[in-house]
């Protein structure tokens, strides 16, 4: 059976790294083809070397700037031709990126099942996030097998028909790669004095909270270093010069705010363990953070993620600037709140997702 493997972004890969490795477990039965957008380039390049992770096909299409619809339009015609040229018995997809949305269209142009790691996560807001919740409804209409991380997610993609044969409950490949990783108790140097008792993990970069809501967002932080001197702030930039001006603009005069490169995911891995709390709007970290214990605010207005709020372990506190600040005193100041939602227990898996994943492909593919 051949399975070809195609991710594009640091977070598709840190989510696939798992099942990569587990299909190469079965190399009697199953051959393994690993293809590569490069959609996020030395982010990327990062998690492939930590995972010791070698891609046979390497489409490099980051552009400086590029467009949605320029980088669409190149990923469609490069990928239809790598379909057709590996002729793969199922196509592995990861998340709601633009490489999995293009290389689900792909692989329907080929006639090539298509299993969707991650799939029914849902807001309803087709805005928000964007462009990853139409993406992800769009996977959900090509995909033959949906590896749905909860069971809010079997029933989203209930909800919308997908015949439930095709649903298949694995908990979230990125509890496997963190435990994979965290488990090897790795201590960076980050070169930064980290001697506060109580530090905050920032990460800030979705495309909805451009312009405004990042103002706020930054503004918050400010204050919440200024106010109280207990806390430090990491606030590892993503390369996206939309985040990188205001970040610098606002932050970067403040001693207890340390604004660093993007770290590789071990050393993040790391960081994120020894933090107090973490702020983001990022959905991986939603899903890792309360694997570790460590209490989330996110930084949006909605979540698909709303397993870790309903079990306590995550808030949706918004963009607005006086509710980041109160709702992280909160959590600062208040021990009883913040042990409550640290002992949440995480609703995302035990770690054996992507064992799960291949065994329903080899049952499901060799029949």
Not at 125 to 149: G, L, Q, W
């Amino acid at each position: 059976m051949r399975v070809l493997s195609i991710f594009g972004t640091r977070p598709e890969a840190i989510k696939m790294a798992p099942v990569i490795k587990e299909l190469e477990n079965h190399p009697d039965r199953i051959e393994s083809v690993l293809c590569v957008t490069g959609q996020h380039r030395e982010m990327l390049d990062q998690v492939i070397s930590l995972f010791e992770i070698e891609p046979q096909i390497d489409l490099n299409l980051m552009e400086a700037n590029q467009t949605l619809a320029s980088l669409t339009a190149k990923a469609l015609t490069k990928l239809t031709d790598v379909i057709a040229d590996v002729k793969p018995d199922v196509v592995l997809l990861q998340g709601d990126t633009t490489t999995a949305m293009v290389a689900s269209l792909a692989s329907f142009y080929k006639k090539a099942p298509v299993g969707h790691i991650e799939a029914g996560l849902r807001t309803y807001d087709k805005y928000s996030p964007f462009p990853e919740e139409i993406n992800r409804r769009f996977i959900s209409v090509m995909a033959t097998y949906n590896f749905a991380p909860t069971q809010t997610a079997v029933h989203a993609l209930m909800a919308e028909g997908v015949p439930e044969d095709n649903i298949f409950l694995t908990g979230n490949t990125v509890v496997d790669a963190l435990l994979m990783t965290i488990s090897k108790h790795y201590q960076p140097n980050l070169d930064i004095p980290l001697d506060s008792s109580k530090l905050i993990l920032v990460t800030a970069h979705r495309r909805e909270n451009f312009g405004q809501p990042f103002r706020n967002i930054c503004i918050a932080l400010k204050k919440i270093a200024t106010r109280n001197p207990e806390v430090e702030i990491v606030y590892p930039i993503h390369l996206n010069p939309n985040v990188r001006d205001i970040v610098y603009q606002i932050l970067s005069d403040q001693e207890r705010i340390h604004i660093i490169e993007p770290l590789g995911y071990e050393k993040f891995a790391d960081l994120m363990n020894r933090s107090y709390l973490v702020l983001t709007d990022s959905g991986g970290i939603q899903e890792e953070a309360p694997v570790l214990g460590k209490p989330v605010l996110v930084l949006r207005n909605e979540t698909e993620r709303p397993e870790a709020v309903k079990a306590g372990t995550v808030k949706v506190v918004g963009t607005d600037t006086e509710t980041i600040i109160s709702e992280t005193e909160r959590l600062l100041h208040d021990r009883e709140e913040y042990t409550k939602m640290s002992k949440a227990q995480s609703p995302y898996g035990d770690g054996h997702a992507a064992q799960r994943i291949v065994r329903i492909i080899l049952d499901r593919c060799e029949k």
